[in-house]
């Protein structure tokens, strides 16, 4: 049996990555929602003399939520165990689902573009994230090849490397529904971005490579869904 734990000061690595990430949502979100916000109140002078207290609440709210999230996050990355055995890979990590899978159930081991791993099973349900800040990492590498063969990926996949699009896309697609009041883009752009967050809500509690605070946080996305439901039922329909 053997037994790989995240590197000690790993989590430093990812910590930059995980702040920009965070900050750009954030923005882009509150950008957002100004704009809704100022249209919705047709530019009103009311509507602007509220930003020099709404912006530094905003930016004081992200950057608190900034720093509760990473805290969790090192918490979680620090716990992180992937145990081998003759049985099968087994991972392990704080507050999040444990998954097993079987030697035999292995279907594909991918060694992603920045050094990390995937490991599939042959139904898809069960997939094993191995960050590259792993200990004895040449180890890892050498006993995860001789289970099976390790496909090499030298670019990031399609929804990763394009997040940053799908965020703009989808306030995009609610500044729309929100503040528009042609009916085609309102039914066009609405059913897209339910589409979007329905797809986006069941992934996240579907997974067991996310931890449960979050998964139970994302709940909120259905009261979203619902708002977002309710507005283009009244812009189609015109009634309250």
Do not use: C
Not at 32 to 41: C, M, Q, S, Y
Not at 209 to 232: A, E, H, P, Q, R
């Amino acid at each position: 049996m053997e037994k790989f734990k995240t590197k000690q000061d790993g989590f430093k690595e990812i910590r930059k990555a995980i702040i920009i990430i965070g900050i750009q949502t954030s923005l882009l979100a509150t950008f957002g929602g100004l704009v809704i916000f100022h249209f919705n109140t047709n530019g009103q002078h009311s509507s602007v003399s509220i930003l020099p207290f709404f912006i530094p609440m905003v930016l004081g709210a992200i950057a608190f939520g900034l720093y509760i999230g990473i805290k969790r996050q090192k918490v979680i990355f620090d716990s992180y165990i992937l145990t081998i055995d003759n049985s099968g890979i087994t991972r392990e990590q704080y507050n999040t689902p444990k998954i097993t899978i079987p030697n035999e159930d292995i279907s594909e081991i991918v060694k992603n573009s920045n050094g990390s791993f995937t490991i599939k099973d042959k139904s898809s349900l069960n997939v094993i994230g191995v960050p590259s800040q792993i200990n004895d990492y040449e180890k890892l590498e050498k006993s995860l090849s001789d289970i099976r063969q390790i496909s090499i990926k030298k670019s990031e996949p399609f929804l990763q490397k394009f997040r940053g699009l799908l965020s703009i896309l989808t306030v995009g697609l609610m500044v729309a529904v929100y503040i528009s009041t042609d009916k085609i883009i309102i039914g066009v752009s609405g059913t897209v971005l339910l589409a979007i967050l329905g797809n986006s809500l069941f992934e996240i509690q579907r997974s067991k490579n996310i931890d449960n605070k979050t998964k139970k946080v994302m709940w909120w996305l259905i009261l979203l869904i619902v708002t977002i439901g309710g507005v283009m039922y009244y812009k189609l329909t015109g009634q309250p």
